[in-house]
């Protein structure tokens, strides 16, 4: 069984650009979590999203938003890129219930200079 | 709010001992409980899921839940250099439809030889 996969693995970019990630969830799941996690810090919950929809998001700032497609694959949008956003940005994937356990890809790391 | 609190560490054992790590959360309402590791720039791995109080036991790995206290532990037996990593302790409020894993910000495990 394939696991969750995201790309790409690194991204640099220039602050005030734009940064896409993606994120492709195990077979047969159908919610997408996004977390970053910056340099020595924990996990910080961004969006959620389950068939389709957004569910939560986290306490992010708008530039931060995202999509799930069809096919329950996701993509993040970082608008306005600061320096601060450098960080791995990890996608985990789920079968959508409460008691259900998160599975994460090798995540994306993003350089922001 | 909803927290969950973890000992950040380091905690050093030496190979062969058994390692103790220890997690408290806020939430009452909370059902379904894991443990993650995750070893240096690299993204957490699921080692452990239990939902009734007691004890779980996983190979080398037990997790223990005392729901009253709000308590969930890890224990590692025989550890090895190769469990040094940091370990994750994530709760999920099952209720209200919020499905979004809060995380600790790790215990970080060195097992020495």
């Known amino acids: 069984e394939a696991g969750v996969t995201q790309s790409p693995t690194h991204l640099i970019k220039t602050r005030g650009q734009q940064a896409t990630l993606r994120c492709s969830p195990i077979s047969g799941h159908t919610s997408v979590y996004w977390y970053q996690q910056a340099l020595g810090l924990g996990l910080q919950f961004l969006l959620w999203?389950?068939?389709?929809?957004?569910?939560n998001r986290g306490n992010f700032p708008p530039r931060f938003s995202g999509r799930q497609f069809p096919n329950y694959s996701s993509e993040l949008n970082v608008n306005a890129l600061e320096l601060e956003d450098s960080a791995l940005y990890l996608c985990a994937s789920s079968v959508g219930q409460g008691n259900s356990p998160l599975h994460f890809g090798n995540g994306t790391r993003l350089t922001v200079t | 709010q909803k927290e969950v609190e973890q000992n950040s560490g380091p905690l050093s054992v030496p190979e062969g001992a058994i390692a103790s790590l220890n997690c408290t959360y806020s939430d009452r309402v909370s059902q379904s409980f894991f443990w993650y590791r995750q070893y240096s720039g690299k993204s957490p791995e699921l080692i452990m899921s239990?939902?009734?109080?007691g004890d779980k036991e996983d190979g080398r790995f037990t997790a223990q839940l005392n729901k009253a206290s709000q308590y969930v532990s890890l224990l590692i037996r025989d550890s090895q250099p190769s469990d040094s990593a940091t370990y994750l302790c994530?709760?999920?409020?099952?209720?209200?439809?919020?499905?979004?894993?809060?995380f600790g910000r790790g215990t970080s495990l060195i097992v020495h030889p």
């Open positions: 994530a709760v999920n409020p099952t209720s209200g439809g919020s499905y979004i894993p809060t």
């Open positions: 999203y389950d068939e389709g929809e957004e569910r």
């Open positions: 239990i939902y009734s109080n």
